[in-house]
């Protein structure tokens, strides 16, 4: 519309953008903090990526509040796509393999949304649970030959431009401890470009269609709207966070593989989502923060090791018992609990309340 | 023409016939009502018109043309609203997104590729939806959660969001079922000043008989399925058929 970008949304990109360039630094590097938590760079981009994925699902589950049990098979796409075009086709643009990602996130999320969302509740689920194991079983058995199976395809031209290797560090900023690679500078971009995205989605008519469609479906029909469409578009919309984060996924990995199909990762993406709040939007990247913390450093700690996972379902009950809206949803309380009187306490619990 | 037209309307589940051959039709700017008793099939009539069930057999014209092939919303762009008879509301948003929703409704039809333009920017979508709560009486309560207004009043928005439609057909089912004396009196009110400010035509289920009597022009009586008079209010009143099956007997 106007050319200039409204108020809110500047102060929302301004944020993000500061939150990304100190991010790694607090996490990897800072004195104190870094040695407490005990994070390393390379957790960084992984938290990014996963964190995109979880947002734009945050956008069907949080806000439209339909519950899809199939996303792995979008973020596998994305990744396959991009393992495809740069193992099979030797591809050498990986920001272009990542668009294609997007796109193919978006063709297979029109599909499989246009079927599933026949149905409504758990129905739906069922069914996207059932079309994304249907598309790992294809990508392990039937389609082998592209995706080398469990073991996939190993992506080693992964660099900017032809030029420059996706891993190496930047000059300056890197030795300074602030910016740890190329790749996590490209993803933090793109994170960038995903949060002023799905921002401007929940501005649009879009998000308060999405969640009028949570609150009352129904309703939402008897005031003319087709709430099917709009379903589909929650569902591709977040089809297309799916494919862009696989997509960046591969690049981190290096690989490309069946196993990010596989249905666990469906359900990973909604842990997440529950952890860092749903319908929070910006707890996706908290909630993926926290998985992969709990997955990659604490599971390296003697006392905890392989039991990580019993840990995390521990701080999952704890989580979901004191903050029903997650970590940002504790988060956003306390700060009106601080910042103002009574009655907007209420109020944001009542909205919390929900779901 | 009639605005709306019911021919040989059949309805069953399974065994039990709801509504049987009913023709009615409503003409626009006339007020009708619908009353029987439990079960008469004022419910399933509505819920045909509006496109929540398909009929058995019969047919539906609205202006003129079937609508039996459309979609609830589609019904509702063409011009038939409905206000539900527990407020069906949008609880945990505020009053005023409440109002956007159905301002949306009315103002961009059933689906538009906007998702990446701002809400803010759509000027008549405000509009409306102020108007809307203001002809309610909402518009102060406009920053509250739907969930936490009084009953009267949700039941006052749920009006305004049929209302937001601008239809040229309105359907109330029980608007006052409920409520007190005094948010019954205030919603009559509410209904008498609207009808005559946009020239409302409606087809109105109630049980109230005294806001039956004051407010239409003609009465469609259903008993058992079937439509066993229709007049003025005063033929009505003294159909000896209408009081056997209805207002007679009991408390009325």
């Known amino acids: 519309m106007s050319p200039r970008v409204p108020r809110d949304e500047l102060r929302v990109l301004g944020l993000t953008a500061l939150a990304v360039l100190a991010f790694p630094y607090l996490f990897a590097e800072a004195p104190v903090v870094s040695d407490v938590l005990n994070g390393y760079a390379g957790l960084a981009t992984p938290i990014l990526i996963w964190g995109i994925f979880v947002m734009g699902y945050d956008l069907l589950h949080g806000y439209t509040g339909l519950l899809s049990f199939g996303h792995a098979a979008f973020w596998g796409a994305g990744g396959m796509t991009v393992g495809a075009l740069i193992h099979h086709a030797e591809f050498s643009f990986p920001l272009v393999a990542v668009a294609l990602a997007v796109v193919v996130g978006i063709l ?21 649970l059932a079309f994304g194991q249907m598309i790992y079983y294809t990508m392990l058995g039937p389609a082998g030959q592209l995706t080398n199976g469990e073991d996939g395809l190993i992506l080693d031209a992964s660099s900017l431009f032809g030029v420059i290797p996706l891993d190496a560090g930047l000059p300056v900023l890197t030795p300074l401890g602030i910016i740890p690679s190329w790749l996590y500078a490209v993803t933090g971009v793109l994170t960038l470009v995903s949060v002023a995205v799905a921002y401007r989605i929940l501005q649009s008519p879009y998000g308060l269609v999405f969640k009028a469609i949570r609150e009352n479906e129904q309703r939402a029909s008897f005031v003319g709207l087709n709430v099917w469409r709009y379903k589909l578009a929650a569902f591709v919309a977040s089809g297309a966070f799916a494919g862009l984060a696989g997509g960046l996924h591969a690049l981190q990995a290096g690989n490309a593989s069946a196993s990010p199909f596989y249905w666990i990762v469906s359900g990973d993406v909604v842990i997440m989502s529950i952890l860092g709040g749903v319908g929070t939007l910006f707890g996706g990247f908290i909630g993926a923060g926290i998985y992969l913390y709990m997955d990659n450093v604490a599971s390296s700690i003697g006392l905890i090791g392989d039991r990580w996972h019993l840990l995390l379902g521990v701080l999952f009950v704890v989580i979901v018992w004191l903050f029903p809206d997650g970590v940002w949803g504790g988060l956003r309380r306390l700060r009106s609990m601080v910042g103002s009187d009574d009655t907007t306490h209420t109020q944001t619990t009542d909205d919390g309340g929900n779901d | 023409m009639p605005l709306l037209e019911t021919e040989n309307l059949v309805k069953r589940f399974g ?6 051959d009913v023709s009615v039709s409503i003409e626009s700017n006339e007020r009708v009502s619908l009353i029987g008793p439990n ?9 045909l018109i509006t496109r929540r069930l398909d009929p058995t057999e019969g047919e539906i014209r609205f202006n003129g043309e079937s609508i039996l092939g459309l979609k609830p919303h589609d019904v509702v762009q063409r011009g038939v609203s409905k206000s539900f008879q527990t407020a069906s509301i949008f609880p945990q948003l505020p009053v ?7 301002a949306l409704g009315a103002e961009h039809g059933a689906f538009r590729l906007n998702l990446l333009s701002r809400l803010d920017s759509y000027d008549e979508v405000d509009a409306v ?3 809307t709560l203001q002809d309610v009486g909402l518009w102060a309560e406009r920053e509250t959660a739907a969930a936490d207004l009084p009953y009267g009043d949700k039941r006052r928005l749920e009006l305004g969001i049929a209302l937001a439609a601008e239809p040229d057909l309105l359907l109330m089912d029980e608007p006052t079922a409920g409520m007190s004396p005094e948010e019954t009196a205030a919603t009559v009110e509410l209904i008498e000043n609207v009808k005559a400010e946009r020239d409302l035509t409606f087809l109105l289920v109630e049980h109230d008989m005294e806001i039956v009597m004051n407010i239409s022009d003609r009465i469609i009586v259903l008993d058992r399925g079937s439509v066993i008079a229709q007049g003025t209010p005063e033929e009505i009143r003294e159909s000896e058929r209408v009081q056997d099956a209805y207002l007679g007997g009991a408390d009325r």
């Open chain 2, 129 to 131: 939806a102020r108007e």
């Open chain 2, 96 to 102: 005023i997104d409440n109002a956007r929703i159905a």
């Open chain 1, 108 to 128: 297979l999320a029109a599909l499989i949304g246009y079927l599933s969302l026949r149905r409504g509740g758990i129905y739906f689920a069922i069914l996207t």
């Open chain 2, 15 to 20: 065994g039990v016939t709801a509504t049987d």
């Open chain 2, 39 to 47: 079960g008469a099939g004022k419910s399933t009539l509505i819920n």
